[in-house]
């Protein structure tokens, strides 16, 4: 396999897999390391690619150890937000703009604040929009698992919006 | 879209129901300016949302890594290329070489056999060649006097014509 049959497979997960790092280690370098790792280790293995099932869910898993371990060994709090990271693309006023960053800021650690399982399936449902299925191959855990904590994670989220729009908090 | 319609949509989600093609039919929803009252409170989850999908690595990521992978693929690629060119380039002037040395030693000798023929003698006896070339020249010179008669009276047709016309 050539780097350029290694790109057309691999690139097109390259800001999933981002993404995905981004949510455990909270750094923007960090999170771009971790998936360079991952496709180091992946172009080391590039005559093996073909007997993967899903390259997607090998990545997956791939980045969610490393990053995992990564936040791990530095003792990072997953919370943290890079400078700019939620700057709204559309122009508004001053007060809307405050308004809508506040709050997209606040659904942010709302969601970090997840046991860790909640947090990597909402991720994958709600931003990556992927199948219970994809999900399940990429955590390697069983599809009726994905369902459930999809539930749990999504009623937290609910009642954590409901707390904060009845309470102000 | 309805207010009942997102109401039952959003119940779905939040009971972890709705299909892909549902849940994107709330972010739809959700993401234009202006919702109904009652469910603002959720919008700002589908505001995080859209935000979300819009992180993307660092623009040069594949450049990084292919430096750090130490690749110069194209590079690669191209002499490659440029070497295959000029290897067929070689053997198609190697072959245009034999194919033009083989046919110009097949002309040469047709060219010898035709020289062979035109030089070869029929008669053995000098004079007997002579009398019979003298004969084949004599009858060549009556029929070219034949043919010269008879353009002689076309002539003579075409005088008479052209007086007739000049009167």
Not at chain 1, 108 to 121: G, S, T
Not at chain 2, 89 to 109: D, E, M, P, T
Not at chain 2, 153 to 164: Q, Y
């Amino acid at each position: 396999m050539n780097w350029k049959e290694f790109t057309q497979l691999v690139m097109p997960h390259k800001d999933k897999l981002y993404r995905f790092s981004l949510r455990f280690v909270g750094s923007e370098v960090e999170a771009e390391d971790v998936v360079q790792e991952v496709m180091i280790k992946l172009w080391n293995q590039k005559d093996e690619i073909h007997k993967l099932v899903s390259i997607e869910a090998w990545c997956m898993r791939l980045t969610k150890n490393l990053s995992i371990d990564k936040m791990r060994s530095k003792h990072k709090r997953t919370n943290a937000i890079p400078e700019g990271y939620d700057m709204p693309a559309k122009q508004a006023s001053p007060h809307h703009l405050a308004e809508v960053r506040d709050a997209v800021s606040r659904i942010h650690r709302l969601i970090a604040a997840l046991p860790e399982k909640q947090k990597m399936v909402i991720q994958l449902r709600d931003i990556e929009q992927m199948t219970y299925d994809e999900i399940s191959k990429a955590l390697s855990i069983p599809v009726n698992n994905v369902k459930v904590t999809l539930h749990r994670a999504r009623q937290k989220v609910k009642a954590q919006l409901l707390n904060v729009e009845s309470y102000g908090l | 879209m309805d207010y009942s319609t997102i109401t039952k949509l959003l119940n779905k989600y939040w009971e972890g129901e709705t299909s892909i093609t549902e849940e994107s039919q709330l972010r739809d929803y959700f993401n234009q300016d202006e919702v109904e009252a009652s469910l603002k409170e959720y919008k700002p989850l589908f505001d995080y949302v859209k935000k979300e999908q819009s992180v993307k690595i660092s623009n040069d990521f594949e450049a990084k890594l292919k430096a750090e992978l130490g690749i110069d693929e194209p590079n690669v690629v191209a002499t490659k290329t440029r070497r295959l060119n000029f290897y067929l380039l070689r053997a198609a002037a190697a072959a245009i070489f034999i194919f033009g040395v083989f046919f110009l030693y097949q002309k040469s000798g047709a060219i010898e056999q035709q020289r062979d023929l035109v030089y070869e003698d029929t008669y053995e006896d000098p004079e007997e060649a002579y009398l019979k070339a003298k004969e084949v020249l004599l009858l060549l010179s009556s029929k070219m006097n034949k043919g010269t008669g008879t353009a002689a009276a076309s002539m003579k047709k075409a005088e008479k014509a052209t007086a007739r016309i000049k009167r």
